[in-house]
């Protein structure tokens, strides 16, 4: 990997994924209970964290020395390990009902917990230089992603009001459309190598992507109806707007799979892969 793709690719990495710990621990502290001080104390302790990663890698460029980049993030990796087993922990305490009343869903915990490491895993493969295969990692994303999707319909439908019935209907109906979509990538990824043909994959990208988009907007819709108090929920503005980034995000990576299928001669410093 060319040094400024490499310092490109981490800072883009760092900013989008540094901002959504950040808001993880945010969510997690408005879940605890009011006697789980230990615990919120934690919660505020890596939210400041995060928050000081996500403001100093928007203080580098594409021109810092790649050696500093390296270094950093070699910090940050060492953080997202550390939310990671915070997470993990907090997931315990909730599945041994030590936190009785708290109002953090378990697969919600576990959920954050999967994109810490998946921070954690980038931020190695950048710095190793050892990125996956493209075929390899069209697969792999798609598997991560369409899981992460298929969450976020089952959250939007347990914390609208009940009475939203038409919504809660439409979140239910991508629930099921995302697990179908994720089912179908797990099984594509058992048939590894054999099934990593051009034409298999650029439809397996095409389809998610239509999918994706259509997610994407009733998330984009759902964020503003919420801001604008037009709909009954317990969704916090902030986790509407949080769950369309990530659908945005995904949308940006199948678009340069997608552009990298068609044989388009994508710029080295967008290719994700």
Known sequence: MLPDVFVERSLDEIRFWSRIMK???????????SEDTQLISEANQYQAIFEDIERRAHSFSVNTDPQTIREFNVEVHNAAAHIWAF???????ILQCKLPGQNNFPLLVDHISREANYFRNR??????????PLHDAIIDENVFFLKIMADHAKFIGHLLDPSERKLVEQA?????????????????SSMRPQSQTVPLLSQFV????????SLRDFKKTA????????????????????????????LFILDMF????????VNKREILF
């Open 258 to 265: 997608e552009r990298s299928l068609s044989g388009e001669k």
């Open 87 to 93: 997470k993990r922990k907090v997931l315990g305490l």
């Open 123 to 132: 931020l190695e493969e950048l710095n190793s230089g050892r990125l996956e």
């Open 23 to 33: 808001e993880h621990s945010f969510f997690l502290r408005l879940g605890f209970r």
């Open 172 to 188: 239910r109906e991508f629930s099921h459309e995302f697990d179908t979509l994720m089912y179908q990538a797990i099984d594509l």
């Open 223 to 250: 964020r503003d109806l919420i801001e604008e108090c037009r709909i009954k929920s317990i969704i916090h503005p902030l986790l509407a707007d949080h769950v369309f980034r990530e659908a945005e995000r995904f």
């Open 206 to 213: 095409d389809e998610n992507r239509v999918s994706v988009k």
